[in-house]
């Protein structure tokens, strides 16, 4: 299984960016997939999850961050929305989760090469 993230950048405070990370290896197109990031400093942490039609958020990701897939190309994304300085970070994709929960980095075997998402203030 690869997963291969694009889409970020830098940008303003205030701006958004779409995440795409697409999965070759396996069809994923109910499957968890999962978006976690990791700051300087800091653990990796859980933004957001999608599986079959049920998604789920961290508290910091809830009303400006949206995950949504599309089945048929086999890409998760994220679309990050009224940016904070504080979402600066690496941003990785994850999938092939194992019994553990949506929300534990653990949980999941195969991992994106991860992408920098940079906000100025």
């Known amino acids: 299984v690869q997963l291969v993230e694009s889409g970020g950048g830098l940008v303003q405070a205030g701006g958004s960016l779409r995440l795409s990370c697409v999965a070759s290896?396996?069809?994923?197109?109910?499957?968890?997939m999962g978006w976690f990031r990791q700051a300087p400093g800091k653990e990796r942490e859980f933004v957001a999850c999608?599986?079959?039609?049920?998604?789920y958020y961290a508290d910091s990701a809830k009303g400006r961050f949206t995950i949504s897939r599309d089945s048929a190309k086999n890409t998760v994304y994220l679309q990050v929305n009224s940016l904070k300085s504080e979402d600066t970070a690496v941003y990785y994709c994850?999938?092939?989760?194992?019994?553990?929960?949506?929300?534990?980095?653990?949980?999941?075997?195969?991992w994106g090469q991860g992408i920098q998402v940079t906000v100025s203030s």
């Open positions: 290896g396996r069809n994923f197109s109910t499957a968890p």
């Open positions: 999608i599986s079959g039609s049920r998604t």
């Open positions: 994850a999938a092939e989760r194992n019994s553990g929960s949506v929300y534990f980095a653990d949980s999941y075997e195969s």
